[in-house]
């Protein structure tokens, strides 16, 4: 069983960087690969960025290339996604995810969820 808690979300004007964290317990949490994903109101959930158990792959969304980057700290038991460049399409409510898969940018795959953290771009 992993739980996963988000935070670090907020307002930030166009152009700015937030620093999104996801705080994990449960003791194989090294185990699993974790993803970023959001969802935008009225718009369905999308995969952002992530990261393999080890931290040695990492994959992005189109939208995110450049811009975001997701790191892990198995030690920690975090994973972190940087955003830099922020746009105003890049609001909404940003999870991370657990999934037991060494790659996958399927919700689907994903077994466990964080409760979401809202990040709005005005601009």
């Known amino acids: 069983q992993v739980q996963l808690v988000e935070s670090g979300g907020g307002l930030v004007q166009a152009g700015g960087s937030l620093r999104l964290s996801c705080a994990a317990s449960?003791?194989?949490?090294?185990?699993?690969?974790v993803g970023w994903f959001r969802q935008a109101p009225g718009k369905e959930r999308e995969f952002v960025a992530g990261?393999?158990?080890?931290?040695?792959?990492?994959y992005d969304a189109d939208s995110a290339k450049g811009r975001f980057t997701i790191s892990r700290d198995n030690a920690k038991n975090t994973v972190t996604l940087q955003m830099n460049s922020l746009k105003p399409e890049d609001t909404g409510i940003y999870y991370c995810?657990?999934?037991?898969?060494?790659?996958?940018?399927?919700?689907?795959?994903?077994?466990?969820w964080g409760q979401g953290t809202l990040v709005t771009v005005s601009s």
């Open positions: 995810a657990a999934t037991t898969k060494g790659y996958s940018t399927l919700r689907y795959d994903y077994v466990y």
């Open positions: 449960g003791r194989t949490f090294s185990s699993y690969a």
């Open positions: 990261i393999s158990w080890s931290g040695s792959l990492t």
